[in-house]
C-alpha cells in the first residue's frame, strides 16, 4: 500500500488560548537539536513503510514555519535521502500567516512543497488578538497574496466557529473572506473547549461564554450552503474543496492507509492493526537520539470497527458495508436504523453516510455506531 509521512515541529512562538496540540516555546538552539533528533529517527523508522515510495508528506505542529532556513535545509535533505515522492506526491507544511515572507517562501522553492496549510481562524483583529494568534487579518491576506505571486496556488486555509465574542454577522464575514481569497482548499473547525486549555480555564470562571448547539449549528449550515454555492465539495465534515483538490495526506488518514509519523508526540499506523504514539515530550525525544519513547497498541477486531467505523462516516464518501464481516454489518445496520429513520443517516448503494442533519451530531451518531 502507498503510505504518508507526518513530521511534527512542535515549537510555537507562544500558545494559542485555545489549543492542546503537544508545542513548546522552546528556543532556536532547541529546534537545532531538535531537527538533528528527528533526521535520526527517519533514517531509523523508513523502512517501516515496507516501500521508500510515499504519495504524501505533512509537516505539522506547532509552526513548522519557524524553523530557521538551515533545520528546514537538513530536514528535506534528510526526507530526500530516505524516501521518494510518488508522481504528483502531495508536500504539505502548516504556517502561521505572519511568518510568510518572500524570503521564507524563496527557501520553500528549493524543497518539494506544493502545499501549504495556514493557520487563519478567523478574520477579526480582536478575536484574534483574544485567542493569543500572533497574526492579523491583514497579514493573512497577504500571506496568501505572497503564496500566489510565489508560484503557490495550492493552498489551504483553516476557519474556527463558536468562538467567544463571534456573532453571526462576524462568521459570516469570515466566511465571505476566504472564499473571495478563492484558495482551493478551506478547513472549519467548531471550537472545542479542551480541558487543561487557558480558554476551558476562562469558561470555567465565567470569563467566556461557550456558544449554543443553535448557535453553532446555525454558523455550520451557513458554511454548508456558501461553500455550496462557491462550487466546493463538502468530502468530510470539517473540510471542503475545489474538484480535484482534496487533501491527499488527510484522506489517506480516514481511508486507513499507512503512515510514519516522526517526532515528539507523531503517531504511525501500518495500516492493518497496529498503532504507535511518540511520547510527547521533546527532552526525553531528544536524549533518546533517534529512538523516540513511544508507546504501542494492537487494535482489536472490535476497535478495527471502530475505526472504520469513525473514520469512513466522517467522510462525504461514507462507509461501504462490504468491508465489514456478516456481524458486523448485521449489527452496524441494526445501530443505524434510528438515524437512517430520522434522516441523520443515508444508505445507498450499499454505503451508509451522515446527511447534512447529521454531520452536525455526527459524534453522537458515530459513537452510537461504535462497539
Keep these: ?24 516555546t522552546l528556543g532556536l538552539d532547541w529546534q537545532r537539536r531538535y531537527v538533528d533528533a528527528l533526521c535520526r529517527e527517519v533514517e531509523l523508522r ?3 513503510l515496507g516501500s521508500q515510495y510515499i504519495h504524501s508528506l505533512y509537516i505539522g505542529g506547532g509552526t513548522p514555519s519557524l524553523l ?23 508536500v504539505t507544511i ?4 505572519d511568518d510568510v515572507s518572500s524570503q521564507w517562501l524563496d527557501l520553500l522553492a528549493s524543497t518539494p512543497v506544493n502545499r501549504i496549510s495556514m493557520g487563519v481562524q478567523t478574520f477579526s483583529d480582536q478575536i484574534l488578538q483574544f485567542l493569543g494568534r500572533r497574526h492579523t487579518s491583514s497579514q493573512a491576506l497577504e500571506a496568501v497574496s505572497l503564496c500566489r505571486r510565489a508560484g503557490y496556488g495550492n493552498i489551504s486555509i483553516d476557519l474556527m466557529y463558536g468562538l467567544p465574542f463571534q456573532t453571526m454577522e462576524q462568521w459570516r464575514l469570515d466566511v465571505g473572506k476566504a472564499l473571495e481569497l478563492e484558495v482551493p482548499h478551506l478547513s472549519a473547525y467548531s471550537l472545542t473547549y479542551e480541558e487543561g486549555t487557558p480558554l476551558a480555564s476562562m469558561l ?5 461564554v461557550e456558544a449554543s448547539d443553535e448557535e453553532s449549528w446555525e454558523m455550520y449550515r451557513y458554511l454548508l450552503a456558501e461553500t455550496s454555492h462557491a462550487g466546493m465539495e463538502h468530502y468530510e465534515i470539517s473540510n ?17 492507509m499507512p503512515y510514519l509519523g516522526v517526532g515528539a508526540g507523531a503517531h504511525s499506523y501500518d495500516g492493518k ?12 525525544y531528544l536524549k533518546a537520539n533517534g529512538d523516540a519513547p513511544h508507546t504501542i497498541e494492537t487494535l482489536t477486531d472490535d476497535e478495527l470497527y471502530d475505526e472504520l467505523v469513525m473514520t469512513r462516516l466522517r467522510t462525504s464518501d461514507g462507509l461501504l458495508l462490504d468491508l465489514l464481516d456478516d456481524a458486523s454489518r448485521r449489527y452496524c445496520l441494526k445501530m443505524a436504523k434510528p438515524h437512517l429513520r430520522a434522516g ?7 454505503r451508509l453516510a451522515l446527511t447534512e442533519q447529521g454531520m452536525f451530531v455526527s459524534n453522537d451518531i458515530i459513537s452510537d455506531i461504535m462497539r
Design 1 to 24: 500500500m502507498i503510505a504518508g509521512v507526518y513530521i511534527h515541529i512542535p515549537f510555537c512562538r507562544t500558545r494559542c488560548k485555545y489549543c492542546d496540540f503537544y508545542s513548546t
Design 273 to 284: 492493526r497496529i498503532r504507535r504514539a511518540n511520547d510527547a515530550d521533546v527532552l526525553s
Design 344 to 350: 441523520r443517516l443515508s444508505l445507498k448503494d450499499g
Design 68 to 90: 530557521p532556513p538551515s533545520c528546514l535545509s537538513q530536514l528535506f535533505g534528510c526526507i530526500s535521502r530516505c524516501f521518494a515522492f510518488l508522481p504528483g506526491a502531495e
Design 46 to 48: 523508513a523502512g517501516e
Design 204 to 208: 470555567e470562571r465565567g470569563d467566556v
Design 94 to 97: 502548516e504556517a502561521n500567516p
Design 240 to 256: 471542503f474543496c475545489l474538484p480535484g483538490k482534496r487533501s491527499r495526506h488527510n484522506s489517506g488518514y480516514w481511508k486507513g
